[in-house]
């Protein structure tokens, strides 16, 4: 995430003008486990140091319902956020974020001012879809 408000542009131009990465082998990066949800609650987190909502997301019956929280709030209001189906990595250890046990990881992309925007998928995959 952005470090400052004051700096997003600059870390915007950086992120979207970085290099592209080494090379990694195919077999890497399918240890990244990557799955779609439909998030079926969202509250402000007010008790995180930078803006953020906490997530409650849907990956159907294998992997069940896992928390997130997500600096996503320049674009999105939790109540607008019910329903959204979004991508996550699923096998990424928890982290304790505050009061928060972050199970997920949400995954987005950087706009031009650092905001984040939220990836999801087209057509009809159930939860629990990985990405191939």
Same mark, same amino acid.
């Given at each position: ?6 700096? #997003? #542009? ?18 890497? +990066? ?14 402000? +987190? ?12 849907? +990956? ?73």
């Amino acid at each position: 995430m952005a470090p400052s408000a004051l700096n #997003r #542009r600059t870390w915007a131009r950086r992120m979207t003008s970085e290099p592209v990465q080494p090379d990694i082998a195919p077999e890497d +990066f399918f240890k990244t486990d990557i799955r779609l949800g439909t998030i079926v609650r969202a509250e402000p +987190f007010p008790e995180a140091r930078k803006p953020a909502i906490k997530l409650w997301v849907d +990956f159907g019956p294998e992997i069940g319902e896992k928390k997130s929280s997500a600096q996503i709030t320049v674009h999105y209001e939790p109540e607008t956020l019910i329903g959204r189906r979004v991508l996550a990595v699923v096998n990424f250890p928890p982290r304790q974020i505050g009061p928060v046990r972050s199970e997920v990881l949400v995954v987005g992309v950087t706009d031009t001012d650092g905001s984040i925007l939220l990836l999801n998928a087209d057509g009809d995959a159930p939860n629990g879809a990985r990405v191939s």
